[in-house]
């Protein structure tokens, strides 16, 4: 897909954290400028916005040591090229399975430029603990509310301006199958990337107790693996007694 209404920046950002992070998970990036990840619970559409998106320019293969299939693809918006990483569709990132550790590890360490979280607007609420959870993890988040025409024929009505706000992070009604919305979403993630537009995710807190322990325990993180992203979620998947996240981060 193209458009010409915005003006970003062109250049083959090899120095940018996801070009370089991703090529060490055994990535190439290839011709493209940016990276954009997509996520999103299984039966949200998102394999659907993905082709709306790629068009018969994507491939797929095996992430790098797993068995897990990956499709990769990639679009055009205003001469800006990304690639577009299709994540395994999951309800969580708590590493309890194969996919779920292949989608975190990617957001996680491969930095991309953007996360696309893909949320069926008919079942929103279901689909908002992975919304919470990618928040956790990065900034760059934007959430496309797919199937919107579904959620009109069930008289249903979602307030995206009202969600973006509470959630910190921009919300784009979308409907993938027939094209309607699409050109905001990609607006809002060249926006995001550019950083003409700042998001400001909602986190949970937790107990007084509970953030002194985050507190000490991120700069002992960062001082074992200095320039690792997002110390802080690393801290509470540690406390949480996450194999998984102190076998990857070792």
């Not at 996801?18 to 996520?39: S, T």
């Amino acid at each position: 897909m193209t458009d010409k209404k915005l003006a970003l920046p062109t250049e083959h950002c090899e120095e940018c954290p996801a070009f370089y992070n991703l090529e060490q998970m055994g990535f190439k990036i290839g011709n493209f400028d940016r990276v954009v990840a997509l996520a999103g619970n299984p039966n949200t559409g998102k394999s659907t916005l993905f082709n709306t998106l790629t068009g018969l320019k994507q491939h797929t293969g095996n992430w790098p040591g797993k068995t897990v299939t990956r499709a990769e693809g990639g679009y055009q918006f205003n001469s800006v090229r990304y690639k577009l990483v299709d994540l395994p569709g999951t309800y969580s990132l708590l590493s309890a399975s194969q996919d779920e550790e292949v989608a975190r590890d990617f957001i996680l360490f491969g930095q991309p430029d953007c996360t696309i979280v893909v949320t069926d607007a008919t079942a929103l609420e279901r689909n908002l603990n992975l919304v919470m959870q990618v928040m956790e993890i990065t900034d760059r988040v934007v959430i496309a509310l797919n199937l919107m025409d579904e959620a009109k024929r069930k008289g249903l009505e979602v307030d995206a301006r009202s969600l973006s706000r509470d959630l910190g992070v921009p919300a784009v009604p979308i409907t993938a199958r027939s094209g309607e919305g699409i050109h905001t979403l990609l607006a809002t993630v060249a926006d995001l990337i550019s950083g003409e537009l700042k998001t400001k995710p909602l986190r949970v807190e937790g107990t007084p107790e509970f953030q002194k322990a985050v507190k000490e325990l991120v700069p002992m993180i960062e001082q074992i693996a200095p320039g690792i992203p997002n110390a802080r979620w690393l801290a509470i998947r540690l406390l949480d007694g996450d194999a998984k996240v102190q076998q990857a981060l070792v």
